[in-house]
């Protein structure tokens, strides 16, 4: 027999709880607030008036209602110089990104006038600036143009592209809503590495079809297609155009190398972009570009955003096309925009809300949606920009947004001058920039799978298309974490000399073990998916002791450590009666230590407790040893 519960030789100082379970609404309670709520955004909210409550309650989803009133001319200093250098960086990029997803370059600049005022109102980040990106508009651009020719039928197209943003929009809305952001995380690190380098790589080479200034092109996204569309059309590439190209991408990339050599000069990355359309639009008219075969953007009215709810198209024809894209770039510019936001809070020691973040984006591609504008989020280079420039609020997107309703309204038909080839070497200096080899590298170093789920985005986005490869890479992640599941880690725990510690024998080879006791820590959850492999180690590790100890050492106990395990199903539970089974039946009793409160709950209630007795249930390994011990002195006293 073991002695009574409460340790060894008579202490009664620790007790195990055997308290009854707790009601099923409390558990579920529980489970559904650390699903949805684990940053728990209303802990102040208790012992608060109902004024204060509905006060904080209208501050925590409309967040404007938090800042502004606190808002001071001093800080607005800041955001006015933020905003009207992230604005000289919104036009050539508006444009630029609109011409990449084969839309009216106008639509660019609608699109940084609405959205960031729609932020403003509801984003929790003080730093990221609204914009759209080349990646989305690539996604939009591949998906929806295997429905539709933009050339052919550019109206239906352009009122796809809008009902993709809606459903973006409407995704996003009810992800934060329903606080589900806990989707996004399963685009990895390493997933988003290697689709946003393989993305920039088919961007860069898309692209050369601006530099060469060729007139024709291949609608597909693979490397191999592009390579073949600019040999084939070899013959159409302007010697003028190129030239023209390089010497901007060479100046471009030289405004990259002097802000990163020198952080403090950052404002001339910012405005080389529109140094480059400013020289190029002089250069079209005076030159008169067209004449020698380069092409510009052409007419762009003035006026701000026309409503565009009567564009909206759900036609079964083509609908599935904006339902992919709007899916795809959904997740993409989520987990973008989200991963951005978090990354320059966390330089502030501040902290950003991931849910509201996703019912801003939410509203502002909804409302953006029938504004004429296309899908936006949180650009990194745009983000950079504002933060670099000093930016205190969210009332840089609000300057941002002002100075394109005044290009909008005055200065719009001046960049119809714009060379295409311009708009190409921005884009292309841009993307450059986003191929990360260092990371790649650092995942080949650190993490093998962690590099093959990398590479599988970036050569299934390069070499396939975008959606495969992602797909691709979000499925060797799930991959790996259900090869986590089901093959949970659990070692065999020893003794650390002259101490009381016990640790992992691999880990510490001069560790020594425990007379007649074998310890198994178990380090996951316990259920059907990892069971039986659970139980075939345990049983493993007590034939391989049985086997390497000295003669006279037999085992009698076994003790599993349950600290690490946070749950169990029926299933564990059974795997638990015949672990206790196989083992008595060699004479060798079945020890728990450390169970967690919902662990001991289940098997309470499944009466494994009862059966395997009280007193065979400790608090920690030392009280189990001991327990032990006493044991087998009282066994050979008797």
Partial sequence: MMPVRGGYA????????????RKFTTVFKSHLKETFFPDDPFYDFKGKSLPVKVKKTIQYFVPIFQWLPNYKVKLFLYDLLAGITIASLAIPQGISYAKLANIPPIIGLYSSFVPPLIYAV????????????????????????????????????????????LISGLIELVLGVF???????????????????????????????????LKHFTPHTDVISVIRAIFQNRKEIIWESTLIGLIFLIFLQLARFV????????????????FVVIIGCVLAYVWHAEKHGIAIVGELKKGINPPSLKNIDFDRKYIAAPLQAGFITAMVALAEGIAIGRSFAILKNEQIDGN?????FGLMNIVGSLTSCYLTTGPFSKTAVNYNAG?????????????MMLTLLFLAPLFS???????????????LGLIEYDK??????????????????????????????????????????LLYIARPTSSKLCNIPDTSLYRDVEQYPDATDVPKTVIVQIGSPIYFANAGYMRERVLRCVRDEKANRLQGDDIKYVLLDLGGVSSIDMTGVETLVEIRKTLEAKYIKVVLVNPRLEVMEKLIVTNFIEKIGKERVFLSIEDAIEGCKFSLSHERYL
């Fill in 179 to 213: 606080r589900l952001g806990i989707l996004v995380d399963f685009l990895s690190h390493s997933t988003i590495t290697g689709f946003m380098g393989g993305t920039a790589l088919i961007i860069c080479l898309h692209q050369l079809k601006g530099i060469f200034g």
């Fill in 391 to 403: 930016c205190r609020t969210q009332m840089a997107n609000v300057v941002m947004s002002l100075c």
């Fill in 259 to 274: 802000k990163q050599k020198k952080p403090k000069l950052f404002w001339v990355s910012a405005i080389a972009p529109m």
């Fill in 10 to 21: 008579g202490d009664t100082a620790r007790k195990v709880s055997f308290e009854a379970p």
């Fill in 122 to 165: 509801f984003g929790s980040s003080k730093y990221l600036a609204v914009g759209t990106v080349a990646s989305s508009s690539l996604i939009i651009a591949a998906t929806i143009s295997t429905k539709v020719n933009p050339t052919e039928n550019p109206q239906l197209y352009l009122n796809l592209v809008f009902t993709a943003t």
């Fill in 417 to 431: 001058y714009t060379p295409l080839v311009a708009l190409s070497a921005i884009i292309m200096s841009a993307m």
């Fill in 440 to 481: 790649a590298y650092h995942l080949y170093k650190t993490d093998k799978f962690d590099f093959i789920i990398c590479m599988a985005a970036f050569l299934g986005v390069a070499f396939v298309s975008m959606d495969v490869g992602l797909m691709l890479s979000v499925g060797l992640a799930l991959v790996r974490a």
């Fill in 356 to 360: 509201k973040e996703m019912i801003a």
